[in-house]
């Protein structure tokens, strides 16, 4: 069944392409096509176009199919395009010439484009729900192993004290900013299109107020053009939002690799959590871990894929927006499994004693002892000079025990500060 079929027959060679895999994508939008047609069935019937009789009538259909998507009995078979058909089959083989009305007023592109936006708004708010989980996770470790030594790196070259309570509290703080962007996104797509139709609107009566109550949208994207042109530009900005939350996580994902290698050795992990060699009996390899880097760079990808696809289109709909669901959608499941994986797993951290005694570290603490010199009087360039001057004939010798006072510094992490920042 197709939507638009005039009785006319269709090349399948032609149809297999333009159809591609949309009914296996369209199954995870199913249950949204079903609360927007809802919506849409009691807007007619306040209008006049559909009696109270019919709208009870619909409204038990799609409850019959609701039904069947929450149990997974839901099927979109090949003879249909698409979810839209196949609800609207199913509730006309069901209620006959009622079931032919549910497509009144409105068009398969504001259909589809309704069930996209309520789908992001939910999907959007799981991850950051996720992200909330792992954070507190992490604030968790920091306070736990706040007075745990890390040794700090610029230029991968040994630099600076720091701790692993700094490490794990900064990857909590620069989530903040990716909810940040994830709440931007959420904004985007919680206005209503429903009743732009083909994109220029309906000559019917419609009250596009009462569906986005019904829908519990925050408000309308009132220009029908607009709500449009929302398709592509609403998928580039939340793939921008993936791929700041996921450009986090490759980063602490590189880190968790890195660490544990044996040049490094500052963390390990049960050997449950590990992989070994098919040839190296010794190898407890951080394949979770490297998986969760190469996952989130694919995600930080999908911004140009949405831009290069949507690029430079005019006003109005075109079927290069069909391509945009697949990936979308692939991220979004993807993402909230590298969230849950990742707090599963970093909570299983072994973190090591460093042993700051080792030669390679000998220099670890200059910069605090050129700060103690210049606590005492002396300028910083005489100070710097003279530790430097030490570190070059030899004589140096560190000193370990000064702390680092300030608000954010290893010694005063500010854990509730950060916590207080996440937004609600």
Not at 205 to 233: C, W
Not at 258 to 275: H, K, V
Request: glycine share 6%; net charge negative.
């Amino acid at each position: 069944m197709k939507l638009w079929d005039k009785g006319i027959s269709i090349d399948k060679k032609i149809e297999q392409f333009t159809v591609g895999n949309d009914r296996e994508i369209d199954s995870h939008i199913a249950k949204y096509d079903i609360m927007a047609s809802k919506a849409h069935a009691k807007m007619l019937q306040k209008i006049g176009v559909i009696s109270v009789e019919e709208l009870v009538e619909l409204l038990g259909g799609l409850k019959k199919l609701e039904e069947q998507i929450a149990n997974g009995t839901f099927v979109i078979e090949d003879q249909f395009e698409d979810v839209h058909s196949k609800i609207e089959f199913e509730l006309t083989k069901s209620l006959g010439e009622v079931g032919k009305k549910i497509h009144t007023a409105r068009s398969r592109n504001d259909q589809v484009l309704v069930a996209l936006h309520l789908y992001y708004k939910d999907q959007l708010e799981a991850i950051q729900a996720k992200t909330k989980t792992l954070f507190d996770t992490l604030l968790g470790l920091a306070e736990k192993y706040k007075n745990n030594v890390l040794p700090g790196y610029t230029h991968l070259q040994v630099a600076m004290p720091s701790s692993f309570g700094l490490w794990f509290s900064a990857y909590a703080e620069l989530m903040i900013d990716d909810v940040y962007l994830l709440q931007a996104a959420s904004k985007t797509v919680d206005q209503n299109p429903l009743g732009s139709a083909a994109g220029y609107g309906s000559s019917f009566p419609i009250d596009r107020e009462m569906t986005t109550k019904e829908l519990k949208f925050s408000t309308l994207k009132y220009n029908v053009v607009a709500a449009q042109m929302a398709r592509g530009k609403n998928e580039r900005t939340i793939a921008a939002a993936l791929g700041g939350l996921s450009n986090t996580l490759a980063r602490f994902a590189m880190d968790v690799c890195l660490y544990m290698s044996q040049n490094f050795g500052f963390i390990s992990f049960p050997d449950a959590l590990t992989t070994g060699s098919s040839i190296m009996p010794h190898k407890k390899n951080p394949d979770v871990f490297e998986l969760i880097r190469g996952k989130c760079n694919k995600i930080q990808a999908l911004q140009s894929e949405m831009i290069l696809i949507t690029n430079n289109l005019p006003s109005g709909y075109h079927r290069d927006f069909q391509l945009l669901k697949e990936n979308m959608i692939a991220a979004f499941e993807d993402l909230k499994a590298i969230l849950d994986i990742f707090d599963y797993a970093i909570q299983q951290i072994e973190v090591k004693n460093v042993d700051l005694n080792d030669s390679k570290y000998h220099y670890l603490f200059t910069v605090d002892n050129i700060n103690t010199l210049v606590e005492d009087g002396m300028s910083f360039r005489e100070a710097y000079q003279k530790i430097g001057g030490q570190v070059q004939d030899g004589t140096y010798k560190p000193d370990t025990s000064k702390k680092h006072t300030h608000l954010g510094s290893m010694h005063n992490l500010g854990l509730e500060k950060i916590r207080a920042k996440f937004p609600e």
